[in-house]
């Protein structure tokens, strides 16, 4: 199991860092990923980070703005977001990728947390 935690309101400028916190399995052999769902839009990927914290990968639109990182002791990934702007308003989930993958796309991901809704006023 995934739980996302962290998300809120902010202004836009602020920041803001997203938890995803495992339980019940270890999820340190896998690459994990934050994908984004704003309404009426499809989820998108955001960012990834390979099992061993040695490989990070963001989408165009938040690179030198967002930071993908994980403590495999504590089973936790995270996701610090600064200069947070309106167009970041979504709800953010946290995944785990097939194993194999760096989870790049939503097809690419075998779990699901159950999202934190991040807003950004302008």
């Known amino acids: 199991q995934l739980v996302e935690s962290g998300g809120g309101l902010v202004q836009a400028g602020g920041s803001l860092r997203l938890s995803c916190a495992a339980s019940?399995?270890?999820?340190?052999?896998?690459?994990m990923g934050w994908f984004r769902q704003a309404p009426g839009k499809e989820r998108e990927f955001v960012a990834a980070?390979?099992?061993?914290?040695?490989?990070?990968y963001s989408t165009d639109s938040v690179k030198g703005r967002f930071t993908i990182s994980r403590d495999k002791a504590k089973n936790t990934v995270y996701l610090q977001m600064n200069s947070l702007k309106p167009e970041d308003t979504a709800v953010y989930y946290c995944?785990?990728?097939?194993?194999?993958?760096?989870?790049?796309?939503?097809?690419?991901?075998?779990?699901w947390g159950q999202g934190t809704q991040v807003t950004v006023s302008s």
């Open positions: 980070i390979t099992w061993n914290g040695d490989g990070t």
């Open positions: 019940g399995r270890t999820f340190s052999s896998y690459a």
């Open positions: 995944a785990a990728g097939k194993l194999g993958y760096v989870p790049l796309a939503v097809y690419e991901c075998d779990y």
